[in-house]
């Protein structure tokens, strides 16, 4: 047995138990580390208990771990959660802990953008883009789920954290880390864009480059996780991390004067972030936060790797892997850890998804820059172009208010675009020569 398997025995101590009660889960880590308290867990599949710990996996049924319900009693009112700080934080009582978070307090809260234009292309009432492409600090959605890993990691006197990444993540690793002054073991697929590893090494992270795909660099961490007692964000912190994504569903409610959209539209990587965003509409219509139905989820991938897409096509429950080959680095996961939970969330809420092609992606990315003054990377393209797809195919109504999650900035993944951009003149500097490109315009 590992040291951390040792310790991850000792954190858990009555498995199949119920629950384990808050004040057990308050005495994990190191005593002079403060309030902060990571709730208990409980697993997906079997719904038995345990105690909080860096440990994402079922003892029991070896399913995966999220984090218990908020005891509805201490649910704030529209009017608190308007009075606070902008951040995702504002939801507190919804994120995974007890007790106020001490890092990235500033991540979230990002803006929901009216996109007229767009609702015209899908046939839609209304349009908005929620433009995680801004998010702060490191300009993809993936800022969220770091911030609320990073405070587990924190709280359970880690010192070091890390994960398995497409890129984004390991640019908000790599920053968030740093900041809060931890260690990061970052570990990538040796050919990512050039801007994802610069906004990776910036921060001074240790960086290793995996050759093989996510796929291979995720079955690493899960070892290294084990060995090196780290905590790996999406590995062993992967119960943590995932209820930052709600903060989408959360702000997507308030922004919209708390009014739920009919529809809203996702990038699917590992299937993470569609399946939280049911879970955080369910929250806040259980809150009584929102009223009538939840949106339909409609999920997007790249064709050069849609194994969720091609789940809710054939109506099947198990993954079956497949190699990435698509530009869309971002979201080429090969063999998706919350694919069924994904395809869950499409089909109960009576979503859909869609494939788009490499070059579809890019006229997509150009679209949502012409109509919105929005720059995504190759995800958003992909979420621009499957909406329009799923449109074509009537999946929408005219009565439909529609959200794209643009979950990343195209700055980061320059590549691709330029070469599908015309060289613009070089002119010296004199009035004629502008003057016969306005006429020649
Ligand atoms: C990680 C990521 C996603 C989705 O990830 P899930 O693993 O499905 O939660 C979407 N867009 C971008 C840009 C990402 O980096
Ligand atoms: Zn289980």
């Given at each position: 047995?590992?040291?951390?398997?040792?310790?991850?025995?000792?954190?858990?101590?009555?498995?199949?138990?119920?629950?384990?009660?808050?004040?057990?889960?308050?005495?994990?880590?190191?005593?002079?580390?403060?309030?902060?308290?990571?709730?208990?867990?409980?697993?997906?599949?079997?719904?038995?208990?345990?105690?909080?710990?860096?440990?994402?996996?079922?003892?029991?049924?070896?399913?995966?771990?999220?984090?218990?319900?908020?005891?509805?009693?201490?649910?704030?009112?529209?009017?608190?959660?308007?009075?606070?700080?902008?951040?995702?934080?504002?939801?507190?009582?919804?994120?995974?802990?007890?007790?106020?978070?001490?890092?990235?307090?500033?991540?979230?809260?990002?803006?929901?953008?009216?996109?007229?234009?767009?609702?015209?292309?899908?046939?839609?009432?209304?349009?908005?883009?929620?433009?995680?492409?801004?998010?702060?600090?490191?300009?993809?959605?993936?800022?969220?789920?770091?911030?609320?890993?990073?405070?587990?990691?924190?709280?359970?006197?880690?010192?070091?954290?890390?994960?398995?990444?497409?890129?984004?993540?390991?640019?908000?690793?790599?920053?968030?880390?740093?900041?809060?002054?931890?260690?990061?073991?970052?570990?990538?697929?040796?050919?990512?864009?050039?801007?994802?590893?610069?906004?990776?090494?910036?921060?001074?992270?240790?960086?290793?480059?995996?050759?093989?795909?996510?796929?291979?660099?995720?079955?690493?961490?899960?070892?290294?996780?084990?060995?090196?007692?780290?905590?790996?964000v999406n590995?062993?912190?992967?119960?943590?991390?995932?209820?930052?994504?709600?903060?989408?569903?959360?702000?997507?409610?308030?922004?919209?004067?708390?009014?739920?959209?009919?529809?809203?539209?996702?990038?699917?990587?590992?299937?993470?972030?569609?399946?939280?965003?049911?879970?955080?509409?369910?929250?806040?219509?259980?809150?009584?936060?929102?009223?009538?139905?939840?949106?339909?989820?409609?999920?997007?991938?790249?064709?050069?790797?849609?194994?969720?897409?091609?789940?809710?096509?054939?109506?099947?429950?198990?993954?079956?892997?497949?190699?990435?080959?698509?530009?869309?680095?971002?979201?080429?996961?090969?063999?998706?850890?919350?694919?069924?939970?994904a395809r869950?969330?499409?089909?109960?809420?009576?979503?859909?998804?869609?494939?788009?092609?490499?070059?579809e992606l890019?006229?997509?990315?150009?679209?949502?820059?012409?109509?919105?003054?929005?720059?995504?990377?190759?995800?958003?393209?992909?979420?621009?172009?499957?909406?329009?797809?799923?449109?074509?195919?009537?999946?929408?109504?005219?009565?439909?208010?529609?959200?794209?999650?643009?979950?990343?900035?195209?700055?980061?993944?320059?590549?691709?675009?330029?070469?599908?951009?015309?060289?613009?003149?070089?002119?010296?500097?004199?009035?004629?020569?502008?003057?016969?490109?306005?006429?020649?315009?």
């Open positions: 047995m590992t040291t951390l398997d040792a310790s991850l025995k000792a954190h858990s101590r009555n498995g199949s138990s119920r629950s384990a009660d808050r004040s057990d889960s308050a005495s994990i880590g190191s005593s002079a580390i403060a309030q902060l308290r990571p709730r208990a867990l409980r697993c997906k599949l079997c719904g038995a208990g345990f105690a909080a710990a860096p440990t994402a996996v079922c003892e029991e049924c070896l399913g995966p771990l999220e984090a218990v319900d908020p005891d509805p009693s201490t649910l704030p009112t529209r009017a608190e959660i308007s009075r606070r700080p902008h951040s995702i934080w504002r939801y507190k009582e919804w994120l995974p802990f007890d007790g106020e978070a001490t890092l990235s307090l500033d991540t979230g809260f990002t803006p929901l953008v009216d996109a007229p234009g767009i609702a015209r292309r899908l046939g839609v009432a209304r349009c908005w883009i929620k433009n995680d492409s801004v998010s702060h600090p490191s300009l993809s959605f993936k800022d969220r789920v770091v911030a609320t890993a990073i405070n587990a990691a924190h709280s359970f006197g880690l010192d070091t954290v890390g994960c398995a990444s497409t890129g984004n993540l390991a640019n908000s690793v790599a920053a968030q880390a740093a900041r809060a002054g931890m260690e990061s073991w970052i570990f990538i697929p040796d050919s990512l864009e050039r801007g994802k590893i610069a906004a990776t090494q910036i921060f001074a992270p240790h960086l290793v480059r995996v050759r093989g795909n996510y796929d291979d660099v995720n079955r690493l961490c899960s070892m290294v996780a084990d060995q090196f007692g780290w905590g790996i590995v062993n912190l992967r119960a943590y991390y995932g209820e930052g994504s709600k903060t989408i569903a959360f702000e997507i409610a308030e922004q919209l004067g708390w009014v739920l959209p009919t529809a809203v539209v996702a990038p699917m990587a590992g299937g993470s972030l569609i399946s939280k965003l049911q879970r955080g509409f369910r929250e806040f219509t259980e809150a009584g936060l929102v009223a009538g139905a939840p949106p339909r989820l409609y999920g997007a991938q790249a064709s050069g790797c849609s194994p969720i897409v091609q789940m809710v096509h054939d109506g099947r429950d198990d993954v079956r892997p497949v190699v990435p080959n698509t530009i869309a680095r971002s979201i080429a996961i090969g063999n998706p850890a919350d694919g069924r939970f869950a969330a499409i089909t109960q809420t009576g979503g859909w998804a869609a494939a788009v092609s490499d070059s890019i006229e997509g990315i150009k679209i949502l820059a012409a109509d919105t003054g929005i720059f995504t990377e190759t995800a958003g393209g992909a979420t621009v172009a499957s909406a329009l797809a799923l449109s074509r195919e009537g999946r929408f109504s005219p009565d439909d208010e529609v959200v794209l999650c643009i979950t990343g900035n195209g700055l980061k993944t320059l590549e691709p675009i330029v070469e599908t951009l015309d060289e613009s003149p070089v002119i010296d500097a004199k009035l004629r020569e502008v003057r016969a490109l306005v006429n020649a315009a």
